[in-house]
């Protein structure tokens, strides 16, 4: 794992933003797989920004959406379908037919999470997966005790999450108790992962799932198995990890590295 502290929630953003950028340089029919929440929002704004001043063109690049709310129809709302079109996909130059979401209203859910699987597939795989982080350390709706190697499937929220994300809805009643989501194992199959947390309240599911052991009990610790996993986050997240210190001046001799291993070639 690359452990990335910025100093405050934009330089998180800006940094996501860089890794995206470069990554579409080089290919340009990225396939991207998208949470929603708070925290990837000023990426999409920033790669929207980019795409404004004509430095990227989304034309040919793909994504799948993290998770969705069963029983939520596409244009709801609170739907993570609308979520992703207003605070991104409206604002870039992406086809219809290259944006894959999970359908909230399915006639048969597992089917459609086994079709979902092999679109993935059909694209290469996930090459850069983006994931924010639950208080208890969830990715995508991969709550505690989910299976470190689920696949996509339905799962029912915690309390925790449903309390978390009630603040969208106008009553808590109304927050769905179940949803769709990528497995872990889906996620961890993406060629680079990114995790983004930003503020204190993700600091001790940062500490657990970056120093602590792995377990389903807290999930984004699998990631530490992850080869091409970075993790960005500001000091507020990064207040409790012990090895804090290290991993700044890790970051700091990075390009000391590249330059040394690049003049022994
Ligand atoms: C939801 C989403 C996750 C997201 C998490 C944290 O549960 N399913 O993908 O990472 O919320 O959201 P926020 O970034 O708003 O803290």
Wanted: glycine share 6%.
């Amino acid at each position: 794992m690359e452990i990335i502290i910025k100093q405050n929630y934009d330089q998180i953003c800006e940094e996501a933003e860089t890794i995206i950028y470069q990554a579409w340089k080089k290919k340009n029919n990225l396939v991207l797989g998208l949470p929603t929440g708070r925290t990837p929002l000023g990426v999409y704004k920033r790669l929207a920004a980019l795409h404004n001043k004509g430095e990227i063109d989304f034309s040919r690049v793909v994504t799948f959406s993290l998770d969705e709310y069963l029983g939520l129809k596409e244009n709801h709302p609170q739907s993570f379908a609308s979520y992703m079109d207003k605070n991104f996909l409206q604002h870039i130059n992406i086809k219809k037919e290259n944006i894959f979401r999970l359908n909230g209203t399915p006639e048969n859910i597992d089917n459609n999470c086994r079709e979902y699987e092999e679109k993935i597939k059909r694209f290469g795989g996930i090459d850069i997966q983006i994931l924010g982080i639950g208080r208890n350390g969830h990715i995508g709706f991969n709550e505690p005790s989910s299976s470190l190697s689920s696949r996509t499937r339905v799962k029912t929220l915690t309390q925790e999450t449903i309390e978390a994300n009630s603040r969208l809805f106008k009553d808590k009643n109304e927050v769905p108790r179940f949803c769709l989501t990528m497995g872990i194992g889906t996620i961890m199959e993406s060629k680079m992962i990114v995790l983004l947390a930003s503020g204190e309240d993700k600091s001790e599911a940062i500490c657990k799932s970056l120093e602590g052991p792995i377990t389903a009990s807290v999930p984004a610790s699998i990631l530490q198995l992850h080869p091409q996993t970075k993790v960005i986050i500001d000091q507020e997240a990064a207040s409790l990890l012990t090895g804090k210190e290290y991993y700044q001046w890790v970051y700091k001799n990075k390009e000391r590295v590249s330059d040394y291993l690049e003049k022994k070639k």
